[in-house]
Each structure stands twice: as C-alpha cells, then as structure tokens.
Nanobody, 124 residues
C-alpha cells in the first residue's frame, strides 16, 4: 500500500515562491509516476504535472502550468517536489500528490493513491 504525505504549504505573498513536498512510503511500482494536482474551492481537481518515480526524472506538464511550476524528485528521500514561482492569488488551492501507472496520466481518475493535501494561500 502506498502512503503519500504532502507538506510545505502555507500563507505566501504574491510574487513569492513555495516548495511543496510529497513524501512517499510503501511499495511504489518502479515504472509508475507521481503527479501533482491542485483544487481550489468549488473547482475540480486540476492536473499540474507528473514525474517518473524511478529511472530518468522525466516530467510531463499541463500546458497552462509550464513556466512557473517545476516538479523534481529525490529518490533517496522518496520525495517528489513541486516548486511554484511568481505566485498569484489564483494559485490559492489545496495541492495534492498522487500515484499513477503512467507519466501520461493527466486525469485524477487515473491516480490510485492520494495524499491528504497541503493548503497554499496566496495573498496580495
């Protein structure tokens, strides 16, 4: 069973940066991927991007997320990161990480394990 725990959220001023972490435990299939989503109040969960769990740290991003969002990983720490730069108030959301079978999984339905999420609130 896979357990994912997100951390690093908080209250951040617009224009600033934040680094979110997703610590994984349990058995994660080596060929799988970890992805980041966000969900704002009243909105659907939105895919940000995904990174391979092992091997080459290949990433796949939603077109709208390219530029300010960067996903990376530390395999020794079993942790995946999401860096967000130039934060805007509209980035306010709960950010989730999830485990999927493929780097190309872009729908929340394709993910079979989720963390509890971490809240990011951006103020201007």
């Amino acid at each position: 069973q896979v357990q994912l725990v997100e951390s690093g959220g908080g209250l951040v001023q617009a224009g600033g940066s934040v680094r979110l972490s997703c610590q994984a435990s349990g058995r994660i299939i080596s060929s799988s991927a970890l992805g980041w989503f966000r969900q704002a109040p009243g909105k659907e969960r939105e895919w940000i991007g995904t990174i391979r769990w092992s091997g080459a740290a290949t990433t796949n991003y939603a077109e709208s997320m390219k530029g300010r969002f960067t996903i990376s990983r530390d395999s020794e720490k079993r942790t995946v990161y999401l860096n967000i730069n130039s934060l805007k108030p509209e980035d306010t959301a709960v950010y989730y990480c999830g485990n999927a079978a493929s780097l190309w999984a872009v729908s929340a339905r394709d993910y079979y394990s989720w963390g509890q999420g971490t809240q990011v609130t951006v103020f201007s």
